[in-house]
């Protein structure tokens, strides 16, 4: 089955640490990109890449970190700085961010800082 | 600024009649339009499209209006089931853009 995965389902993490989630896609989608959800906010993009080995910021990227080494791949770390790290976490992926076409989102990490 | 409002953080409808969900954007250069669906504590579910050549795009129950001018666009979800209760996030694109900007989702519940 194609698709996307994100693992774990629920986090939980001390205040201070470091953590990684994770993102996996077997759709063999160039693009991918990582939301998180505050109630009443919607959808607020992180970081976004285009292509194995390139990422670029979103509209609020400050704590967290990304890397894609593998097209499958995109794990997004969230750091210390992250002041308010709380939130429920997507990743999405999207065939070709040139021409017009819909993202496919995973089943979403709910992150909890202690 | 939010650049796409969804200006009902919550709707009600009774089962068999009509939902209208709005969505109301600022810039005139998106042109790629989206509804998606969300249920608690999972990624959202692409409903329906419609690009700017349209005005109107149709999918079963589910019909989507974009009224340029206005730059407004609104699902119709007729008619409405009780497992169409969910939050519904409106996003626009410009067609070749990178990224797609959503609103801040509006919840729709349908009662028996």
């Known amino acids: 089955d194609g698709g996307i995965t994100q693992s774990p389902k629920y986090l939980f993490r001390k205040e201070g640490q470091n953590v990684t989630l994770s993102c996996e896609q077997n759709l063999n989608h160039d693009a991918m990109y990582w939301y998180r959800q505050d109630p009443g906010q919607g959808l607020r993009l992180i970081y976004y890449?285009?292509?194995?080995?390139?990422?670029q910021k979103g509209d609020i990227a400050e704590g967290y970190s990304v890397s894609r080494e593998k097209k499958e791949s995109f794990p997004l770390t969230v750091t210390s700085a992250q002041k308010n790290p709380t939130a429920f976490y997507l990743c999405a992926s999207r065939r070709d961010p040139r021409v017009g076409d819909t993202q496919y989102f995973g089943p979403g990490t709910r992150l909890t800082v202690l | 600024d939010q650049q796409v409002k969804q200006n009902s953080p919550s709707l009600s409808v009774q089962e068999g009649r009509i939902s209208i969900l709005n969505c109301d954007y600022t810039?005139?250069?998106?042109?790629?339009f989206l509804w998606y669906k969300k249920y608690p504590a999972e990624g959202p579910t692409f409903l329906i499209s419609?690009?700017?050549?349209?005005d109107k795009n149709e999918d079963g129950r589910f019909t989507v209006f974009l009224n340029k001018s206005a730059k407004h666009l609104s699902l119709h979800i007729v008619p409405s089931q009780p497992g169409d209760s969910a939050v519904y996030f409106c996003?626009?694109?410009?067609?070749?853009?990178?990224?797609?900007?959503f609103g801040p989702g509006t919840r729709l519940s349908v009662l028996p």
């Open positions: 419609i690009s700017s050549i349209k």
């Open positions: 890449s285009q292509i194995v080995n390139d990422f």
């Open positions: 810039n005139s250069m998106f042109d790629y």
């Open positions: 996003a626009v694109s410009d067609n070749y853009g990178q990224n797609f900007v």
